[in-house]
């Protein structure tokens, strides 16, 4: 059975930094590529930062060098480390996990959702 649990959102002055997590069941990571999103009130979700098959990560242009996604396989765990945050950061942010084997996205799995806010 799959399930991705997402902690570590909050309020955060302009500036601040936080660290998201998400721990997956069991042979996820062995299974699928992770990575994280974000939608903010009004608009579409968006990729935030996610690892490729091949070992490489794909960043929003908007996190490029504030951002960074990491693992840790043995506790299937992935991160998602947000310094300098802005404003425009403020949304909820999801876990995916997506099956390597298929190219679509019909069979992938979400985390809850997790509120970060970056507000004076």
């Known amino acids: 059975q799959v399930q991705l649990v997402e902690s570590g959102g909050g309020l955060v002055q302009p500036g601040g930094s936080l660290r998201l997590s998400c721990a997956a069941s069991g042979s996820i990571f062995s299974m699928h590529a992770m990575g994280w999103y974000r939608q903010a009130p009004g608009k579409q979700r968006e990729l935030v930062a996610a690892f490729t098959s091949g070992g490489s990560i794909n960043y929003a242009d908007s996190v490029k060098g504030r951002f960074t996604i990491s693992r840790d396989n043995a506790k299937n765990t992935v991160y998602l480390q947000m310094n300098s945050l802005k404003p425009e950061d403020t949304a909820v942010y999801y876990c995916?996990?997506?099956?390597?084997?298929?190219?679509?996205?019909?069979?992938?799995?979400w985390g809850q959702g997790t509120q970060v806010t970056v507000s004076s």
């Open positions: 995916n996990a997506h099956p390597t084997w298929y190219g679509g996205s019909e069979y992938d799995y």
